[in-house]
């Protein structure tokens, strides 16, 4: 029992070693330099035909070896200990360039985009403040997506893609 501290108090001292994250980022990565070519498909949605648009604008400024676009993402900010209240919900895409040896994300090129919050409302000022410490977090996130030794399979699962439609895992209408 801690000295002159009420026993609650000590009890609930091992709960703060067991803090849930706070920040949760998910993404899928697709090495540019795997990707022959972007063509879009002519019955692609209007979703998936901007995502090949961006995907295309992405290789024409990466040719480098160490460029990789995200797709599917999600980043969810939790500001209080709840899964319901004071929640930001983000999704983004776009560019990370890693430096020249593969092993530390360097910059990233994000579009990021507010999708749902429960906040009662987020003001321009600060949305824009969150977009940039988002910026970070992805990085932070990719280097330990390089450390896990995720990038390394992706890479070599990927091999050379001939379609991005074979990449988003979407036939034909999308659906």
């Known amino acids: ?18 803090m849930q994250p706070v920040v ?9 330099r795997s990707v022959a070519r972007v063509d879009v498909p002519l019955d692609a949605s209007p979703a998936f035909r901007a995502r090949c ?17 995200l797709y599917n993402t999600r980043c969810t900010y939790r ?24 092993l530390k994300a360097d910059r990233a090129d994000l579009n990021v985009v507010l999708t749902a919050e429960t906040c009662g409302g987020v003001p321009p000022a ?12 992805v990085l932070i996130e990719f280097d330990r997506f390089i450390e896990d030794g995720q990038l390394a399979d992706r890479v070599k699962q ?14 034909g209408m999308n659906v």
């Open 158 to 171: 990927l091999g050379s893609v001939d379609s991005i439609t074979d990449v988003a895992g979407f036939v």
């Open 1 to 18: 029992m801690c000295p002159d501290i009420p026993r609650r108090c000590c009890q609930a001292q091992p709960d703060l070693l067991t």
């Open 79 to 102: 500001l209080a200990n709840s899964d319901i209240d004071n929640m930001l919900r983000f999704s983004f895409d776009g560019t990370l360039i890693t430096d020249r040896s593969d």
């Open 126 to 137: 600060a949305l824009d403040w969150l977009r940039g410490i988002i910026k970070r977090a």
């Open 24 to 32: 949760n980022i998910a993404f899928d990565c697709l090495p540019l």
């Open 53 to 69: 648009e961006r995907l295309q604008q992405a290789t024409e400024a990466h040719t480098g070896e160490n460029a990789y676009f």
